[in-house]
């Protein structure tokens, strides 16, 4: 059975269809990579997922339970955690203020809550030498990293990036995709969409291509990576 199963699912903006029937499976342990360019349906597949948008068809199944019609915070409360794009960090809390929001969904449990925060702390170590630190005052990238923490202190089961690589430099780029391995390693799955894919197929277990709504192609990120066709769209200097 796999973690996260994604049917022919549609998405509707008023009249306009934003998502034509798109399959995806996320197999537990997986770091899986949704490619598209701009307007694509990325975010708004992020966005079903997580969801904070209502579906017109399909299913989405999760751990095996039909979840279509289940509210944003409670998917959040089963193990649905999502780093929108854009971060939305808390910019007049504190480091540890927006932190403590991520782990808003669950129940208050001392013991948990710290070890949560130390081992985002290990991930990030910069988050912690700036726990004091406005959210607003941090730089694009220790934001990105503020965010992916945030999602991570809700103890998700599947973990929802949004273009965690929009606006960053390339060090900085390469440096989110190291944690993201890391956290995927420590036991978490992924599932990420991105525009720029270098960093994002080589990094994937599994990938897919998103056009216009629908799902193109689908492989390794190996197999991706060297397809003539995505090499060519999508691939770009890293
Ligand atoms: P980007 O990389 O530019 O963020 P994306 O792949 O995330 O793009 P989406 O934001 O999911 O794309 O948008 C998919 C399509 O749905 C686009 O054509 C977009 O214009 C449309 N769309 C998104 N949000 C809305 C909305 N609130 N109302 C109407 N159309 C929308």
């Given at each position: 059975m796999a973690l996260l199963e994604i049917n022919d699912l549609t998405v509707h903006y008023g009249r306009i269809q934003?998502?034509?029937?798109i399959s995806i499976t996320v197999e537990e342990g997986e770091i899986v990579s949704l490619i598209g360019a701009n307007g694509a349906g990325k975010t708004t597949t992020m966005r079903a997922i997580a969801g904070l948008l209502g579906s017109s068809g399909g299913s989405i199944t999760f751990e095996g339970n039909?979840?279509?019609?289940?509210k944003g915070h409670t998917r959040v409360a089963h193990g649905i955690s999502l780093t929108p794009e854009g971060r939305g960090i808390f910019p007049a809390m504190t480091v540890v203020e927006n932190l403590d929001m991520g782990a808003?969904?669950?129940?208050?449990d001392p013991k948990a809550y710290a070890e949560d925060l130390e081992r985002v702390f290990g991930l990030f170590p910069r988050l912690k030498e700036r726990?004091?630190?406005?959210?607003?005052?941090?730089?694009g990238g220790e934001q990105q990293m503020l965010a992916i923490g945030r999602a991570l202190m809700a103890r998700p089961r599947v973990l929802l990036l949004d273009e965690p690589s929009m606006g960053l430099a390339p060090q900085f780029i390469r440096q989110i995709f190291a944690i993201i391995e890391e956290v995927n390693k420590q036991g978490t799955t992924v599932l990420l969409v991105e525009q720029n894919a270098n960093q994002a197929l080589k990094r994937a277990d599994r990938a897919y291509i998103l056009e216009t709504g629908a799902i193109t192609r689908e492989g390794t990120g190996a197999e991706l990576a060297a397809d003539p066709a995505v090499k060519a769209a999508y691939l770009g200097a890293d």
């Open positions: 934003a998502l034509h029937g039909d979840i279509t019609k289940m808003y969904a669950r129940k208050k726990a004091k630190q406005l959210g607003g005052t941090m730089s």
